[in-house]
């Protein structure tokens, strides 16, 4: 059912943690599982992730995905790791059961939720980049698309 990459990532997950003074922090939940993940975000004064690190209270995939993300997002400009979708994240690990697509999105949606907090914090735009989702009828209505 998992790809060895998902298991690897889940039984060995690459930066977990907290980033003290971080640049930016990202919290979003999933209203139908209730799984809740946190991206902390270390950006240089070039706008390149230096460090990225994050807790998931969640499932395996998620914690894999998580993993995956922050691997994917270091070393990137801010508006690279906004490009890294959740489909991109979903490729590196070879592919989710489809029942597990939404977990992938919870990631995707912390990076950009730190993302946005970072811009936020610095007066900065990142083209493209959209403000979390907070609204939980918008969260239910995007968990009944991923059904
Ligand atoms: Fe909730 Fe995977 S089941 S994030």
Redesign the pocket.
Known sequence: MYTEKVMDHFMHPRNVGEIENASGVGTVG?A????I?RIYLDIDENQIVRDAKFKTF?????IATSSMATEMIIGKTVQEALEVTNKAVMEALGGLPPV?V??SL?AEEAVHAALWDYAQKNGIVIEGLKPPVDDVDEVEERDKACE
Not at 58 to 62: L, T
């Open positions: 999933n139908k599982c209730g799984d993940m969640g499932c395996g995939a998620a597990k939404h977990c919870l």
